[in-house]
């Protein structure tokens, strides 16, 4: 027994750091506004104080970050880490050729990524084929195993039979997605809840055929018949919609967020403002798919992506809480900032979109324990040069991450 424990022991994660760490930038971006002259005093794997001019400890360890500004670590609203670009591989392939071995070490590689690029956490979106991949792999990372943000999973996710894809008229094919309706959708939640499901993720509508629109896959009893078993559990759930009905249906049922949201007019965004239900507008996934079918990104841009964009300001005017989520596998892990430069481009201010990557997206995922640079919460923070607030375009060029007080990228 006194060796199982010595053993056990020597397994886990070192501690962060022994001595509190000091962090001297020349600003903090504290998740909702910019602090000039802000130091961060780090103890353990949390932030124990903020402010100017701060009485660290005799035995603080100091981390200059001149030219910098300190953010808290990013927070990436909607990936699938078990993908990867559709101009490599399409997506068919993915699922249906590519063995789950390949594609977890693929995501492991991927994981590394998104954290050196100062995405702290990640909501994970399903595994679209990959099984409960994402269980092992938050584990890993858990374990301090492999470099990774924290996840949040959704394992398989769910879809109304028939509605999904891969599609071969020829014979069954596996689908991205666990299929299931009816009462049977309130079982598959619980099963899915019970395999690791941290939050529960539903396409509410789809294309049924190759070529056609998408339409509602769930009918509203259904949609809310599954976010009463998730909220029971403490679960919240994401809804891919696109349509207007869609949106509506998961408004009106409760979800937490909706992902995507293209096709959504005034009059939804107007429910989902009421409501409080946070879009995820993933338009770095239009922007890519685009550019992966010939566009240059000159303007004008095609017509889908200026949809996108349309839909995108219709839900700022109404006031729909936004999050940053840009459906990241659709294009390269680490590159998960292109969202937030798009979202700035489609006429969100800088400072709302550093919120919505920060401490927009705790709030809205239900995450207390960090997305501010605040005494309590987790030490995960990330350092960019120059001031993200007047070029937002820094966030691409994250030159200093920490995680849980343990610093995983250093400044040069
Ligand atoms: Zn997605």
Not at 41 to 60: K, Q
Request: net charge neutral; charged share 20%; hydrophobic share 50%.
């Amino acid at each position: 027994m006194r060796h199982l424990i010595a053993t056990l022991i020597a397994l886990l994660p070192l501690p962060a750091a022994a001595a509190p760490l000091l962090l001297v930038p020349d600003r903090v971006f504290d998740g909702e506004a910019m602090r000039a002259g802000w130091q961060v005093l780090v103890d353990g794997e949390r932030i124990v104080a903020v402010g100017a001019n701060l009485a660290a400890p005799a035995d603080a360890r100091r981390i200059a970050l001149p030219g910098h500004t300190l953010l808290p670590g990013f927070i990436e609203g909607h990936s699938h880490l078990l993908l990867h670009p559709y101009d490599k591989t399409p997506w068919d392939d993915q699922v249906l050729k590519e063995s789950q071995a390949y594609r977890v070490a693929r995501a492991v590689t991927h994981a590394e990524a998104m954290l050196m690029a100062g995405f702290t956490t990640v909501r994970d979106l399903g595994t679209e084929g990959a099984d409960n991949a994402d269980v092992g792999l938050k584990r890993a990372i858990n374990e301090g195993r492999i470099p990774g943000p924290r996840m949040i999973i959704a394992t398989r996710a769910l879809v109304a039979p028939g509605s999904y894809a891969p599609k071969n008229d020829a014979w069954a094919v596996p689908q991205g997605a666990e299929e299931a309706d009816g009462p049977n959708l309130v079982s598959a939640v619980r099963r899915q809840i019970g395999a690791g499901a941290d939050v529960v993720k539903l396409y509410g509508d789809y294309r049924w055929r190759p070529g056609e629109g998408s339409r509602p896959t769930y009918s509203q009893a259904e949609v809310a018949a599954a976010v009463a078993a998730a909220h029971d559990a403490g679960r919240q759930v994401a809804v891919h919609a696109n349509t207007a009905e869609a949106m509506r249906r998961a408004t009106l049922a409760g979800v937490d967020v909706i992902e995507h949201g293209s096709e959504g007019d005034a009059a939804v965004f107007a429910l989902m403002a009421k409501n409080g239900t946070a879009l995820c507008a993933t338009l770095a996934a239009g922007d890519a798919i685009a550019r992966y079918r010939g566009w240059n990104g000159a303007e004008p841009a095609p017509a889908d992506v200026e949809q996108d964009r349309a839909a995108f300001r219709l839900a700022l005017k109404a006031g729909v809480p936004i999050c940053m989520g840009g459906d990241v596998g659709v294009y390269e892990h680490g590159t998960n900032a292109r969202e937030m430069l798009l979202m700035a481009g489609a006429g969100m201010p800088n400072g709302a979109v550093l919120t919505a990557a920060t401490a927009g997206n705790a709030r809205h995922f239900g995450l207390k324990d960090r997305g501010r640079v605040a005494p309590g919460l987790l030490a995960d923070l990330v350092a960019v040069p120059g001031d993200p607030l007047a070029d937002l375009a820094a966030v691409t060029r994250v030159a200093f991450v920490m995680k849980g007080g343990a610093v995983v990228k250093a400044a040069p």
